[in-house]
Structure formats: C-alpha cells, structure tokens
C-alpha cells in the first residue's frame, strides 16, 4: 500500500516535471526572447517597480522653450486606419499647442530601410522634433541617435527603439495589459479549453513579439487549457491576412475555436475571413484594431470584443511630450507629464509615458468611435 | 555605339543636371557636402547590386532574386557568427560566398535547363527568401561589434565607406563591360545569343558568370546593409529588385539586350536617390516622390527611343 503510493506518487511527480518541462520549452512561435512579466489573473494592479530615466539626450539642443518648432511625424507606414487615427491626434494636439508646425510623412509600406531614410532626410531639412513609430526598435537607433546628435529632440509612440536612441517613449498600453486583456476575453468566448491560432504581422515586428511573449506567459499562469495552435505571419496586408485566416480555418476545421488578430489590418481580416466562411459564432474572433475597421462584425455580433488604446490620444500624447520635452518641462527623473486633455501621464520603465489602461470595444460602446 | 552614347546617357546627364539645379533651387540643405555624401550612403547597396543588374540586362536577361539574395545572406551572417559561433570576419566571407553560389544556382538553372531568366528567378525569390525567413527562426541577429559598423556608418577621408567600395567597383564594372572580351561577349549574347553561340562565344559560360557576379556582390551589399542598420532581418532587402531594375532601365539599359552601359546606370541611380532625396527635402511627401519617379522614368525612356528613332531613321 505505501509503496503503491510512493510509486503513484513518484509517476505523478514525473509526469509533472516533464508537463512543465515541456510548457517551459514550449514558447509560441513569434514571440520575443524577452523576459516577460504576465499580470495577476484577477484584476490587482502591477506595482510600477522605480528605474532610473535610460532615454538618450540631444546635444546642443538650442533653446526651444515657447517657441515655434517644426516637427515631423514618421510612423511604421502611412496610409492606413491606424496611423491616420494617431497623425489626426498629433494634429490636433499641434492645433491646441499653437506654436507647432507638424506634418507627417512616412513610407507607404512598413519597411525599414525606408523609414530610416526618410528620417534620415528630414535630419538633413532641419526639423526641430521627431515622432516616430519604429519597425525595427535596433535597425532604427543608429539614424535617431544622428538626430539626437543633431539636437534633435526625439519622442517615439506606438512601437519603441532602443531607449538610449530616443528621449521618451509613448507607451500606449503595457505589453502585459494588453496580453491579459486579450486572452480573458479569448477564454470567455472559447471557453477554458478551446484551441485559438494568432494572425500577426511578423515575427520579428516589436510589438506584436512582445504581446505574444506576454500572452503565451499570461496563458500559461491565469488559462493553462487553453490550446495554442499556429501563429502566421501576414504582413500588415490586408489579402494576406484575409488568406492567411482562412488556411487557418480549413486547415484545423471545427478544432479551432478563436482567432487572434495581432493588428489593425489582420483582425479585420480575420473577422471577414470567418464570415465568408460562415463561422460566425462557431469561431470567435479576438483582436487589436480600430473600432470603424471591425462596426460591421460587432454589429453583426461576428465579433464581441475588439482590445484597443484610443490611437487619436495616443498620437495627441505624443506631441504634448514632444513639446514638454522641448521646452524643457519633461526632464530625466520626472514622475508625470502633463499632456492636455488627457491630465497627468506617469512616467514608468524609466523613460516611458504610459497612455493607460487598454480598452475594449464592445456591440455597446463601439458607436460611440470614430476612427 | 558612340553615337547612342550621346543619345540616351546625354539626355540623362542634361535630365540630372537640371534635376540638381531645381532641387537645390528649392532646398537650401540639399546641395551641401554633407547630404550629398549621406546620399551617397544610401544609395550604396542599391548601387552596387545596380552594376551586376546591368551585366545581366544587356545579356537580355533579368535578376529578380537579389532583394531575396540580400535578405538570405543578411541572416546566413548573423546565423553564421552568432549561432555557428565563426568569427566575424568568416562569418562575412562565408556569406558572401554564398551569395555567390545563390547565384551561380540561378545561372545552372537558366543555362542547363533552359528555364527564362524572368520566371528562374521568380522562383528563386520566392525560394531564397523563404530560407531566409525558415533559417531565422524569425528573430534577428543583434548586438554586433562595433569595429562592424565601419563597414555601413563609418567613413574614410571624409567620405562613407561603403561609398569608397561602391566607387571600387563601379570603375572595375565600367572597364569589365566597356573594354574587356567579357564584356563584348555580354553584348553579343544579349544582342543575339544564336548568333553569338555560332561566333564561338561561350554564351554559357558568360551567363553563368554573370549571374554569380550578381549574386555576390547581392551578398556584399547585404554585409554591408547589415552593418548600416546594426541588425539582421529575414524581410531585408524586400523591394530590392525594383529599385534597382529602374535604376538599370533608366540609365538605358535596354530591358530586350545588347545595350546598356555602366555609365547610364550611374546616372539612372543619381537620378533617382536625387529626386528621393530632394523632393523630401523639398516638402514633397513620399506618396509624391513615388510619383514623380514614376514620370521621370517613363519620360526619359518616351524621349530616348524617339530620338533614336530620328537618328535611326
């Protein structure tokens, strides 16, 4: 009887170390090497651990307080719902400001060689400031470390560089906010133990690694059935995404229980891919994208929760930055910035502004949107 | 040959100089040394995957796989050095090494089975670009030694290095196709690959070098594209081919064979990183400049062939 029970024992422990062994070895295709940071499974806050401001500094800057400054605004790629949403803030907190000539000009694909350039010539024009969101946070450091040698001031928002290449960083949600919000709204849809596949844009593009290195870790502790089964890449294209999704759905038939869209293009996508499909309800469809993008599935009920920040404010907070850094009102070692309408922003990460909590659109708030 | 020479690269240099004078016109930050050399930066790799191009258009062929070459060669190196644990300097020959023999497979491919240059390489963009994003595992490759990044951002009497290498073999490409039996041997294939095989021209041979040529100096560009941008990315170089076939096509190259000149290529890739460069300093947005670039080239190829009709005529 006791050795029964040492041996069932023993077999369990066994079973139990190889189980973990494997969940440990076992990381979601298309997230980073990062260490990450999932949240409680109910709603406690994190505490905001303190850390000095690792941001870089421009040399020679000359002195900018109250005066006009002209800024450029050079997101991953322009001409898409998202970015439009963030230049409109900017424009916007420009207006309020008053003394800030801003336009925003980018490539029309999210490519980073591109990007650099474009960076590179406004460097040579002689702007005062730069917004930008990164398509590669290393690629991007050398050329803003230039303009930061230049004395130019340096705000990122959206997607971040190296922090030594830039003064401040808009962070719009944490990484781990959004990683919690989307898997507990996947697993009230799907249910504890249905199987889901991710839709992003690369492997490799920051944000989207960081989210699914901080999903796979918040599954992982808060939903531990849950069953990832594919991630795919599809570009932030909007054919391939819609293709990419219906694979999905073929490939693993009434398995797949939820789709991830990691992108403003994809998570539209994916919702069109499951309605053509006529899956509506069978295959739930969760997901970061502009609330105009996704109306007509969470109309049509395709689609109960889209996660997302407020891309106006977010841009709107960028440039409010940008200018309290130029005016020397955001130095290093400050704990909040204030950024118009939005209030007081705390710093966080040493040299981030965080935006706030992500937000979900629901068949209930979402008419009250548009972007 | 001369005569063309004062058709297609005479209207391109007058095309330039006038592109100079209204972009300086409007931008005083253009014309200044230090833009023009940061221009000069830029347009490096582009450059030089331009030179090889230009081989292979005049032998009436087409290279559609060196953006995927780049982005290959690009991870192999980072794979190589930090994965494989090759020193630096290995890591860098080996890559271009096998550029060299991505290319050569393109040639094999074109010559021994006869496959078009168009759809061989088709397929082998889609093939090497796929190896590119299989072997990196989708991470990039970062933290490179700072001795690295000579190569790509630092610069040598004033002028960027990987300027200097470009300027290099842009002389070495001029006298290859202009004066040497290699190049004759490219013209005559390019003009009639029949005809050149019954004149005892190895036409094989030549193709075959050509496109490992262009596949090398793909894996050189990609070294030094990996030391500008301090990373290593499976999507690098995504778009390369187009840029670089304008380039090629606006300094009158023709797309059908049998003529072109480095020359022409020089001023077709000045030309466009001109009017990149000085329509965004200009206040021309990028949707803008796409454009205009669009135009030029179109306008450029309209006059050179109407003239050359006269003169033909």
Request: hydrophobic content about 50%; charged content about 15%; overall charge neutral.
């Amino acid at each position: 009887m006791m050795k029964r029970t040492i041996r069932a024992g023993l077999i369990t422990a066994v079973a139990f170390s190889v189980m973990t062994g494997i969940a440990w070895a076992e990381t979601w295709t298309g997230g980073d090497d990062l260490p990450t940071n999932p949240l409680a499974c109910d709603n406690t806050p994190a505490a905001a651990a303190a850390k000095p401001y690792d941001g870089g500094q421009p040399t020679n800057a000359p002195d900018r307080k109250g005066k006009k400054i002209t800024v450029v605004d050079i997101p991953k790629l322009i001409g898409i719902g998202y970015f439009n949403a963030t230049s409109k803030g900017i424009a916007d907190a420009a207006k309020e400001l008053g003394n800030v000539d801003v336009k925003t000009d980018g490539p029309t694909k999210a490519n980073i060689d591109e990007q650099i350039t474009f960076i590179d010539n406004y460097i040579t024009s002689g702007v005062d400031g730069i917004l930008f969101a990164a398509n590669d946070p290393v690629a991007i450091a050398p050329v803003l470390k230039k303009a930061l040698s230049k004395g130019i001031n340096v705000v990122g928002y959206d997607a971040n560089s190296t922090p030594d290449a830039r003064q401040w960083f808009v962070n719009q949600a944490q990484f781990n906010g959004i990683a919690k919000a989307l898997i507990d709204n996947m697993a009230k849809e799907i249910g504890e133990d249905g199987a889901f596949a991710i839709v992003t844009s690369t492997f490799t593009t920051p944000n989207q690694a960081r989210w699914i290195a901080e999903m796979s870790a918040y599954a992982g502790k808060c939903h531990p059935k849950m069953k990832w089964l594919e991630t795919v890449e599809a570009q932030e294209d909007n054919v391939l995404s819609f293709n990419q999704a219906t694979t999905l759905i073929n490939k693993y038939g009434d398995e797949l229980k939820g789709l991830f869209g990691m992108t403003s293009v994809a998570t539209p996508a994916s919702a069109e891919a499951v309605t053509q499909a006529g899956k509506c309800g069978s295959i739930a469809v969760v997901g970061l994208a502009t609330p105009n993008a996704m109306k007509p599935y969470v109309d049509k009920g395709c689609v109960k929760s889209v996660v997302l920040w407020n891309p106006v404010d977010l841009g709107y907070a960028a440039m409010y930055v940008l200018r309290a850094v130029a005016d020397g009102d955001l130095k290093p070692g400050a704990t909040s910035v204030k950024a118009g309408k939005l209030g007081e922003l705390q710093v966080i990460n040493g040299s981030e502004i965080l935006l706030g909590a992500p937000y979900v659109f629901t068949k209930d708030n979402i008419g009250g949107f548009d972007f | 040959m001369s005569r063309y020479l004062l058709r297609h690269e005479a209207i391109l240099a007058a095309l330039l100089v006038l592109a100079l004078i209204v972009l300086a016109l409007q931008s005083d930050r253009f014309f200044t040394i230090d833009n023009l050399l940061n221009q000069g930066r830029l347009m490096a790799e582009v450059g030089l995957v331009a030179l090889a191009m230009t081989f292979v258009i005049v032998s009436a062929g087409i290279d559609l796989s060196v953006g995927s070459i780049l982005g290959l060669v690009a991870i192999l190196l980072g794979v190589f050095w930090q994965k494989v644990g090759l020193p630096l300097p290995i890591a860098m020959a080996l890559g271009v090494v096998v550029g060299a023999l991505a290319g050569l497979f393109n040639g094999i491919i074109i010559t021994r089975f006869r496959v078009p240059p168009l759809i061989a390489t088709l397929a082998t963009l889609a093939l090497y670009r796929g190896l590119a994003e299989g072997i990196s595992q989708a991470r990039s490759v970062r933290g490179y030694p700072d001795w690295f990044f000579v190569l790509g951002q630092g610069e040598m009497l004033g002028v960027p290095t990987q300027l200097w290498i470009f300027l290099a073999c842009a002389v070495v490409a001029a006298i290859v196709l202009g004066m040497s039996t290699f190049g004759r041997a490219t013209y005559a294939t390019g003009a009639n690959a029949v005809a050149a095989r019954f004149s005892g021209i190895p036409v094989d041979r030549t193709i075959l070098l050509i496109y490992t040529a262009s596949g090398l100096i793909s894996g050189l560009a990609a070294v030094i594209f990996v030391s500008r941008v301090s990373t290593t990315r499976s999507d690098m170089g995504t778009g390369l081919e187009l840029d670089v076939i304008t380039a090629v096509v606006l300094g009158g190259t023709s797309i059908f064979g049998g003529r072109g000149t480095i020359i022409g290529t020089l001023l077709g890739l000045v030309l466009m990183q001109a009017l990149k460069n000085g329509l965004a300093l200009a206040g021309v947005k990028g949707d803008g400049t796409i454009v205009v670039i669009g135009v030029i080239l179109i306008a450029t190829i309209i006059i050179s062939n109407l003239v050359r009709r006269d003169v033909d005529g």
